[in-house]
């Protein structure tokens, strides 16, 4: 590897055991096997030019795994609502698993007030998120879902994942399970009906 690639890997592993806000140049530089701090400057511009670029590596490759993941769980022979639950099972197991990621990704959320081209990216990674599991949910291909699927299947879900991810992250113990999770909308899909 070049002192590039070895930049991002030793930037992803601080983000990991660091955080974005500890992590400084220095710790950069030591963890990627210890290429010059001058380095970061030349090929990033910046800490937080390479912790963005860091981090949209790290989300980009955790999003593959965990769309392989849920994707598995449209082909069974099972009720769409015990495959609503496994993947539920496969998300919360995520949170645990992918912990310093899940953490990293709310800080990323805190930092891209300030960072336009992380923004960006996190939105365009929103944007793909609700039309994939609004492509999920109904077992379509994503091509194949609406825009208004999207904005609300897809959105509806995506508030979902992020609202039990943060209980997760703060209160493990008293996070709901999956199956809480789909007792939950069962019980709020009584009241939305009881409203029509």
């Not at 070895?6 to 955080?19: F, H, M, N, V």
């Not at 999207?150 to 039990?164: C, D, K, S």
Request: hydrophobic letters at 45%; proline letters at 2%; a negative charge.
């Amino acid at each position: 590897m070049g002192n590039r690639e070895d930049l991002l890997s030793g930037a992803r592993r601080c983000l990991e055991e660091r955080g974005w806000a500890r992590t400084t140049v220095r710790d950069i530089a030591a963890a990627s096997g210890g290429v010059s701090m001058a380095a970061i400057g030349y090929h990033f511009g910046s800490r937080e030019a390479l912790l963005n670029a860091a981090l949209i590596e790290a989300i980009d490759d955790w999003g593959t795994r965990l769309g392989r993941t849920l994707a598995s769980f449209g082909k069974a022979d099972s009720s769409p609502a015990e495959r609503y639950e496994a993947m539920w099972v496969a998300v919360i197991e995520s949170f645990t698993a992918d912990r310093t990621l899940w953490l990293a990704t709310m800080e990323a959320l805190v930092q891209a007030e300030h960072a336009d081209d992380l923004r960006l990216y996190l939105a365009g990674g929103q944007a793909q998120g609700r039309q994939g599991l609004a492509a999920l949910l109904r077992g379509a291909p994503e091509n194949e879902v609406d825009a208004g699927a999207a904005r609300t299947l897809g959105a509806v879900q995506m508030a979902l994942f992020t609202g039990v991810m943060t209980q997760w992250l703060t209160d493990p113990g008293q996070a709901p399970t999956a199956a809480e999770v789909v007792t939950g909308l069962g019980a709020l899909t009584g009241i939305v009906n009881a409203h029509e």
